[in-house]
């Protein structure tokens, strides 16, 4: 199975601020890489797919890139409505994999 | 607009087979644009996709859970099942449904709101 680490565990920024989530495969994926956030109690929601392609509706303070092993989600400006967690996924291959998750407190 | 609703039991023994069903509005799982996933979660742990069926009835499932998974669909009630044999308390989570596309079956939009199963005796 490809291994999906997302780093780090944690974080904590303010309204505002910029931040930046890791991803990386244990192995080369493309850019076969979906990005989800989910808050507490909720079911995730889809927010970027094919690595960096924003879903419907989803602010364009979201970004991602990357390709192969290394990917990164950035927020350019936090919302309090931000918070939660953040997973990445790949489709890569079977079976599907999910990253850890990177918990962020707003 | 998509939704997706889970129901099933929220407690099951060990040993005992667990059987979640997916009801979809707004979406028909007859359209070969979508697969029907399955996806789990450990309370405060990550995610675990379980498998996805398609309307032509072919199916993926997780090779961690193969022996153990199943899934079908009813087209006429517009929704699709999940069976989990031989459960134990690993596998108490919380069960999500959720619906993929042909470009990529796993990228889940949207999701169920999920339904927590617990193993327990």
């Known amino acids: 199975d490809i291994q999906m680490t997302q780093s780090p565990s944690s974080l904590s920024a303010s309204v505002g601020a910029r931040v930046t989530i890791y991803c990386r495969a244990s192995q080369g994926i493309g850019i076969w890489l979906a990005w989800y956030h989910q808050r507490p109690g909720k079911a995730p929601r889809l927010l970027i797919t094919?690595?960096?392609v924003l879903q419907s509706g989803v602010p364009s303070r979201f970004i991602g890139s990357g390709s192969g092993t290394a990917f990164t989600l950035t927020i350019s400006s936090l919302q309090p409505e931000d918070s939660g967690t953040y997973f990445c996924q790949h489709t890569s291959t079977f079976p599907y994999t999910f990253g850890q998750g990177t918990k962020l407190e707003i | 607009q998509v939704q997706l609703q889970e129901s099933g039991p929220g407690l099951v023994k060990p040993s005992q087979a667990l059987s979640l069903t997916c009801t979809v509005s707004g979406s028909s799982i007859s359209n070969t644009d979508y697969y029907w996933n399955w996806i789990r979660q450990v309370p405060g742990k990550g995610l675990e996709w379980i498998g996805y069926?398609?309307?032509?009835?072919?199916?993926y499932y997780n090779p961690s859970l193969k022996s153990r998974v199943s899934m079908s669909s009813d087209t006429s009630k517009n929704t699709f099942s999940l069976k989990l044999n031989s459960l134990t308390v690993a596998d108490t989570a919380v069960y999500f449904c959720?619906?993929?596309?042909?470009?990529?079956?796993?990228?889940?939009?949207?999701w169920g709101q999920g339904t927590l199963v617990t193993v327990s005796s």
């Open positions: 094919s690595a960096s």
């Open positions: 959720g619906r993929g596309n042909k470009i990529a079956p796993g990228w889940i939009d949207p």
């Open positions: 069926i398609h309307h032509s009835g072919s199916t």
